[in-house]
């Protein structure tokens, strides 16, 4: 990548390109001629290059310079911003930097006549210029006061000095001397761009402690600057070249001061912000871009081109604490505020495909590739979405994309190597995780699957090793179940229904011929039904939830009164759902509650949200969850009901209307048990029955076998008991040892897993015309009943 230095030479050469006149600015008719070289395959019509300079003016109206038009130092600015992409226009515009030798006695401020950097009536010194990071040489942005120079001097002394006696210790990694930040933080996730350049100080010893103590000397000079003024200058510029060094902690502390100085301004908080995200402390980073977006918005246009920035790096600071429905509002705010902003584009598809809203997404990431189309991580995500739609052909020339972009992009490759495993493309598969291991050696997931790879291609003996290899790396427990799967396998030579070899792995039986023997034995179908439900809960962990921090958010979210369609409802948007279910799920870490919100999502939102609005019945939202938290059956049904009373038509009184429950009872089968869709709902549509239901009738009309949600007793069972192993027991189909309930066929003597047992799935080996199935939920139950025969 460019350094700061050549970046700044192609905007300058960019700028001279067009600047025909030579007066130091682009005027309308020359950005004009310059957003048309640049996109040359785009055909824009007059109105939108119109709209195009209207945009640019307006946000960058500080860098106009009368009829001249946009300064050099606006052009730099569009850029910073991520309004174009430096490296990209200057290539497509076939320029080539100038040599030292052409450039000899000129500068910027000769060639350029805004762009001179005079501040406070001072002219910066050549020497200072040349070999200061570009962010001291800004007239709007830089160092202001002769004496902040004398700090940052000496700063820089102290840093080349700790710089020094770590290397000689061998505590300082990642040198990176030459390398520094481009100002204004971008993207701040967790890239590759910011783990390559990092340099990691050894913090502990006791040259650090010195450089801190030397460091605090420096504060102290700067806060006995003449005026408040030159204090924040001081503490801003030690700020900056502590960041760029990253030496972040300290960096944090000069913002800091920096925020005291001067609490209106954004850019210290903004700072601080980055250095908080960086430190992994994201709920600080958050609450520092807040501020700054606070301060920009009162601070009228003079922030107005920070902005778009503040936005995406406040949507990257919740994504940081899981909270990727808000991070969405941010991200779409940046791309409003800047409409050629792809960064913001591309964090704005990727977290839409997060929480499950494909179509979006794929809108999102095609914008920002439209944009950039050698923006490999925007291929990637693009490709992910359009597998998660079932577009497999598409996806694969994405990952490709991203791959030929990117050889060694992991992402790409270990979502490449999913893609082709859904596909039955084993061989292929089992490639992509070998390069991906070859980037990323110890990536045990790769390994594992890699492994399953192997193994469906037919290299058992190579699955082996894999395997070996992963359980050399985690002691996770789904590895061991696949070492005795894979034993198994070799035991009976299956390897899976259709493996190419004429011999079949199991054949599925119509739901007819399952008949059950006992009262205790579940039915195919509901066993089914609540086998999907309670993979909702693994995922969502709402079943960690006790049912009693619902009715506690019942009691203490006040929420407004809306009139959206004439109707009084107690309304929310998704991100402040989002918020309520962190405080639900705050025992889950950020990765797993952005897997929790997507499915909920999925699940339950798209359900609720008909219309698409947004916005979401909170009562309603609440007692659909209640079912599936944690707590007795009772409890759960008592919250459910306790909830639809803090929807407005039932405000006041300690009964539902009957037209409420019913609803609710639609609504509950048709997000858990969707085979009966969304026509049960539709059945109560136009029904004005006003009449009262107490909770004893809830309860009746909710345990409703066939009207109700009778399925959550088989839930419950599946609650209790679907961790219970049962001894060398294994599916006679899929051959993995039997966890949970033990299906036993009482003829032919085999046994299923739940699993199978609800897909209808039996060996091949025993055909029979009817099959009798006894359900065991612990081997004492079978151990007991077999003793029961005997004894006979």
Known sequence: MATRGSRSEKVKRIFQQFDGN????LNREEMAALVVAVNPRVKFSDEQINAILDEVFRTYSEFIDGEKGLTYDGLLRTYDDGAGDVDRDFDALGLELMKPEDNAGTSIAADVASSTSIVDGRVMEPHKKQRTAAWAASPNH??????TWKLVDDLEILIKRLKSKQSKDGKVKNDNSDVYSEGWSRELGPSTELSDKRVAWEETGHHYGVFVKELGVLRSRADGSRSREEAFDGHMAIGKVLYDQHLFKEALVSFKRACELQPADVRPHFRAGNCLYVLARHSGSKEEFLLALEAAEAGGSQWAYLLPQIHVNLGIALEGEGMVISSCEHYREAAILCPTHFRALKLLGSALFGVGEYKAAVKALEEAIYMKSDYADAHCDLASALHAMGDDDNAIKEFQRAIDLKPGHVDALYNLGGLYMDMGRYQRASEMYTRVLSVWPNHWRALLNKAVALL????????????????????????HDAVAHLKQLQKKKLSGNGNGNGEEAFIIVEPSKFKTVGEKTTLRADLSTALDIRSFQRITRLNRCDVEQIKKEINETDVPMSYSGGVPEKSIRKASLEEILRRLLKFLNSETFIGAVKAINQKVLSVLDESESGRLDLGMFFAVLA????????????????ALLLRPVNEGSNQIRKTDAQRY??????????????SEILEIHGEMDTSLVSLAEFTAMFDDPDWGFGIMSTLLKLEFGDRNRHGSHVCATCRYPVIGSRFKELKSHFSLCSQCYSEGKVPPTSKLEEYRFKEYASEAEAVKDKCMWFGK
Do not use: Q, W
């Open 627 to 642: 079912p599936v938290c944690g707590g007795s059956p009772d409890k759960r049904k008592r919250v459910a009901y306790e």
């Open 665 to 678: 009872i639609k609504l509950l089968r048709a997000i858990y048990i969707p085979s009966h869709g969304a």
């Open 456 to 479: 469906g291609a037919g290299e058992t003996e190579e699955a082996k090793k894999a395997l070996k290899e992963a359980l050399k790396m985690t002691n996770r427990v789904e590895l």
């Open 22 to 25: 030579h007066d130091g600015g």
């Open 142 to 147: 830089g160092i202001v006061f002769d004496d």
